[in-house]
């Protein structure tokens, strides 16, 4: 059985990911709460909190994000450096720490944006920091091939812990769900199944992909 390493394991798609997917994967997990995760005290810019075991992996999925959305004049210096710190510099923690521990074949994932593929208003911050992930995915895509595959998942808005606050009641779930072209706000399922996809052999010819998991908006006009 595949082992594979959750990092933000309490995050919606990552508990919708262990529901669905456990009997397929030893799922190994690292969160700040404490009930979700295998490690005490978890900091994704502390290593030192890392979990440290002799296992080696065959699959790492960096969950943690933010969604701050503000007008530009709003994001102050210390906005940007705090979606850079948990989006990108936490990423490269892991990476730095995990990576020399996986197998041949494993699959690495992250998660970037349709706010990286897309003009919106009062994405500044999250676009940028989401389109890094994007770039830092296919450069070590093609600096691990054969060895581990990296692939992105971009979602659009989704029913999450982060997204409660913008989903707040049901007319503005029912604005939103019209704006997107399927017509519904996506579910933890539609990206955890995904993720499993990305995880198992049945895409092990595919490396370097920023995947679009968003009901169509990255590509059809509404």
């Known amino acids: 059985m595949k082992k594979i390493l959750l990092v933000g394991a309490d995050s919606s798609s990552a508990l919708s990911l262990k529901k669905l997917y456990s009997k397929n994967y030893h ?10 995760s295998d490690v005490a005290d978890f900091d ?21 994000g933010t969604i701050n959305l503000k007008q530009f004049t709003r994001l102050s210096i210390n906005d940007f450096n ?5 989006n990108v510099l936490g990423l490269i923690n892991i990476l ?10 494993s699959s ?6 349709v706010a990286a593929k897309l003009g919106l208003p009062f994405h500044s911050s ?37 997204s409660q606050r913008l989903l707040r009641n049901e007319k503005v779930k029912e604005k939103l769900s ?6 519904r706000i996506g579910s933890p399922k539609d990206i955890s199944s995904i993720i499993h996809f990305l995880l198992s052999e049945n895409s092990s ?16 006009s509404k």
């Not at 030192?48 to 943690?64: E, N, R």
């Open 27 to 36: 799922f190994i997990s690292m969160s700040r709460n404490a009930e979700q």
């Open 126 to 162: 999250v676009s940028m920091v989401k389109s890094a992930i994007v770039g830092l995915c296919k450069s070590l895509s093609a600096e691990y091939a054969p060895k581990i595959r990296f692939n992105c998942v971009s979602p659009s808005l989704f029913e999450s812990k982060m």
């Open 108 to 113: 690495v994932i992250f998660f970037s944006s």
């Open 178 to 183: 019209q704006n997107n072209p399927l017509g």
């Open 44 to 64: 994704v810019l502390n290593p030192d909190t890392f979990l440290k075991t002799d296992l080696s992996y065959d699959g790492i999925v960096y969950f943690p």
């Open 82 to 86: 705090k979606d850079y710190e948990v």
């Open 205 to 220: 010819w595919i490396t370097g992909q920023d995947i679009s998991v968003d009901g169509g908006m990255s590509v059809i």
């Open 96 to 105: 730095k720490f995990y990576i020399p521990k996986l197998s041949h074949g």
